[in-house]
């Protein structure tokens, strides 16, 4: 690697290049929703999400950020309609019980329950940092980032780290 001396700063994304997911999301989905005694169909978890996920982008893009919501309820809804539309069968289901699910799935998804490194990445990371060459992380991600790097154990590796809110706010 000839060429590593000489670089002033090398990014990386998150999702599938340091990080990519422990479960599938309709898996990781189902799994919390049973916990909540919630039985639905993973395959239709699966449309559901890519459904919501689409609307949600094109609704209130960049997780909410120049609308009247937040990140958090922004994926708050996104579960929320998941589900909702993903035929629930559970007695007593009401909407507390997928505000529930849906901060849990919130919460774990900044942890190792959900997230595990990338093949080969820790390598990687030590191999870069150890020829002192400043690292960085950009990401479309929401502002879990940085608590979610930390909660993996990547954060020391690197000096920079921006998600898509902050790349927003730098553009203003």
């Given at each position: 690697?000839?060429?590593?001396?000489?670089?002033?700063?090398?990014?990386?994304?998150?999702?599938?290049?340091?990080?990519?997911?422990?479960?599938?999301?309709?898996?990781?989905?189902?799994?919390?929703?049973?916990?909540?005694?919630?039985?639905?169909?993973?395959?239709?978890?699966?449309?559901?999400?890519?459904?919501?996920?689409?609307?949600?982008?094109?609704?209130?893009?960049?997780?909410?950020?120049?609308?009247?919501?937040?990140?958090?309820?922004?994926?708050?809804?996104?579960?929320?309609?998941?589900?909702?539309?993903?035929?629930?069968?559970?007695?007593?289901?009401?909407?507390?019980?997928?505000?529930?699910?849906?901060?849990?799935?919130?919460?774990?998804?900044?942890?190792?329950?959900?997230?595990?490194h990338s093949h080969g990445v820790l390598?990687?990371?030590?191999?870069?940092?150890?020829?002192?060459?400043?690292?960085?992380?950009?990401?479309?991600?929401?502002?879990?980032?940085?608590?979610?790097?930390?909660?993996?154990?990547l954060r020391h590796y690197f000096q920079?780290?921006?998600?898509t809110l902050h790349w927003i706010l730098?553009?203003?």
């Amino acid at each position: 690697m000839l060429l590593l001396p000489r670089l002033r700063l090398i990014t990386f994304d998150v999702t599938d290049t340091l990080l990519k997911f422990r479960r599938t999301i309709p898996e990781q989905y189902g799994q919390v929703g049973a916990f909540y005694g919630i039985q639905v169909d993973r395959g239709k978890l699966a449309g559901n999400f890519k459904k919501h996920w689409a609307r949600m982008n094109k609704e209130y893009p960049n997780f909410g950020l120049k609308t009247s919501i937040g990140w958090e309820d922004w994926w708050k809804m996104l579960v929320k309609g998941t589900f909702n539309d993903s035929n629930i069968t559970v007695s007593d289901f009401d909407d507390k019980m997928l505000e529930a699910v849906a901060s849990h799935l919130i919460a774990a998804y900044k942890t190792p329950a959900c997230w595990q490194h990338s093949h080969g990445v820790l390598d990687l990371l030590s191999y870069i940092k150890n020829r002192a060459v400043p690292m960085g992380v950009l990401s479309n991600f929401d502002p879990r980032l940085g608590e979610t790097l930390n909660n993996l154990k990547l954060r020391h590796y690197f000096q920079v780290s921006f998600h898509t809110l902050h790349w927003i706010l730098l553009q203003k």
